[in-house]
């Protein structure tokens, strides 16, 4: 059994800044592949930014140097801070972490319970 909790969104201004955390926590035995989607009003779910067990990183155009993605696998933690905040960014942020469960050794996808980003002024 994995849980990940999310926090850090809110209302931000056009230009300001936000920081996401998502913390893994439960059976684990090992954490690969951690990522940030999100998902707007009346809009698919897309991918923002991805980041690999040795720490490669993977963005979407849209966010490409505004947005840094980051881990912390001493606490199996990713971060999204996120600088330069369009009305764009506005979405429910979903932390999506591949996780093997200790014990079984099950690969599992696990999802965060999602925080709301709006820009606006």
């Known amino acids: 059994q994995v849980q990940l909790v999310e926090s850090g969104g809110g209302l931000v201004q056009p230009g300001g800044s936000l920081r996401l955390s998502c913390a893994a926590s439960g059976n684990i035995f090992l954490v690969e592949g951690m990522a940030w989607y999100r998902q707007a009003p009346g809009k698919q779910r897309e991918l923002v930014a991805q980041?690999?067990?040795?720490?490669?990183?993977y963005y979407a155009h849209s966010v490409k140097g505004r947005f840094t993605i980051s881990r912390d696998n001493a606490v199996t933690s990713v971060y999204l801070q996120m600088d330069s905040l369009e009305p764009e960014d506005t979405a429910v942020y979903y932390c999506?972490?591949?996780?093997?469960?200790?014990?079984?050794?099950?690969?599992?996808?696990?999802w965060g319970q999602g925080t709301l980003v709006t820009v606006s002024l």
């Open positions: 999506n972490v591949h996780t093997v469960e200790a014990g079984t050794l099950r690969r599992l996808e696990v």
């Open positions: 980041i690999a067990p040795g720490g490669g990183t």
